[in-house]
């Protein structure tokens, strides 16, 4: 196994992990930025008004976007497992 394979399978991986977090993180930026924005027009600083909207609406990335998040995982897991003796020989 030599250092170019390490690499590129350390990208792979890093790949898959910001394809997984985007929607979720994504999510929470744009709701938390739509919030910070009321909470400055309005002058209202309450915590609870920032994090329930967050909290559904990540409850609802995970629901809309769970099936391919999982999807995509078991994809590149089964790849990943399939190439561990070409890895090692």
Same mark, same amino acid.
């Given at each position: 196994?030599?250092?170019?394979?390490?690499?590129?399978?350390?990208?792979?991986?890093?790949?898959?992990?910001?394809?997984?977090?985007?929607?979720?993180? +994504?999510?929470?930026?744009?709701?938390?930025?739509?919030?910070?924005?009321?909470?400055?027009?309005?002058?209202?600083?309450?915590?609870?008004?920032?994090?329930?909207?967050?909290?559904?609406? +990540?409850?609802?990335?995970?629901?809309?976007?769970?099936?391919?998040?999982?999807?995509?995982?078991?994809?590149?897991?089964?790849?990943?497992?399939?190439?561990?003796?070409?890895?090692?020989?």
């Amino acid at each position: 196994m030599t250092d170019t394979t390490i690499i590129d399978l350390a990208m792979q991986t890093m790949m898959v992990a910001l394809k997984l977090s985007a929607p979720i993180l +994504v999510t929470s930026l744009v709701i938390g930025f739509a919030i910070s924005l009321f909470q400055s027009m309005t002058q209202i600083q309450e915590f609870t008004l920032a994090f329930v909207p967050k909290l559904l609406g +990540v409850g609802v990335a995970l629901l809309l976007c769970g099936n391919w998040m999982l999807h995509t995982l078991m994809t590149f897991t089964t790849k990943l497992f399939e190439s561990i003796p070409s890895l090692l020989g």
